[in-house]
């Protein structure tokens, strides 16, 4: 079978078997291809940084299909977080959570944090549901070199180290997702990315004070 796969619901299957299986697939999102292992599987994880040949210190950050999923991952929720969410989500805004104590090191890069996000990406968002849990969206490439926007550019940096490529189509590339965390009540901006953090800032500043979920 071709590693390279247009995405329809056998594709969806047979990406999410992979995954469940300890497995390794590219996928299409808002920014770049990501690279999704289960993020409850060590092995894959540890497989995850070989291929991309990361340092071990750096956490991955992971999707969701939506709120439903945060307290797989996250030790607590943030009221600020949620103000955000509300505005930002789906969009390339990554939230950088308490993570539970469960979470492997690898995930977390021994920060004891966890980075999350929910992509607007159709693809991205199908895989999710079709696997039926949280993936890991590190972007497509090798430490250091520029991620993939294309499943032929993934095929041509990974010549056999991927199971599976879905193939979205060109993604828009340009700036990765913007990564923040908390302190208290306030944000740190841990990477500017696609959503300027000034934007980020404007948002909490006009923020609802209660938020219903």
């Not at 690279?35 to 750096?58: G, I, M, N, T, Y």
């Not at 969206?137 to 070199?145: D, F, L």
């Not at 979205?168 to 990477?191: Q, Y």
Request: aromatic share 6%; proline share 7%; with cysteine.
């Amino acid at each position: 079978m071709s590693r390279i796969a247009a995405v329809n619901g056998a594709s969806l299957r047979r990406a999410a078997d992979i995954i469940r299986n300890g497995g390794l697939v590219a996928f299409p999102t808002e920014t770049y291809y990501g690279l999704a292992v289960d993020p409850w599987q060590s092995h894959a994880l540890e497989r995850l940084f070989q291929v991309k040949r990361r340092r071990k210190e750096l956490p991955i950050l992971v999707l969701v299909s939506g709120t439903d999923q945060l307290p797989l991952l996250a030790q607590e929720i943030p009221l600020i977080f949620k103000w955000l969410i509300e505005r930002f989500w789906p969009g390339p805004l990554t939230l950088v959570f308490p993570a539970r104590p469960a979470l492997s090191p690898l995930l977390t890069g021994m920060t004891g944090t966890v980075g999350l996000r929910q992509s607007p990406d159709e693809t991205a968002h199908l895989l999710i549901r079709t696997f039926g849990g949280p993936i890991t969206a590190t972007s497509a490439n090798i430490s250091g070199s520029t991620a993939a926007v294309t499943a032929e550019d993934v095929a041509q940096m990974f010549v056999d180290e991927i199971d599976l490529i879905l193939d979205g189509g060109t993604t828009p590339g340009g700036k990765a997702s913007t990564l923040v965390g908390s302190e208290g009540t306030s944000l740190r901006c841990l990477r500017e990315g696609a959503i300027p953090f000034a934007d980020v800032q404007a948002c909490l500043a006009a923020a609802d004070p209660v938020v219903d979920w």
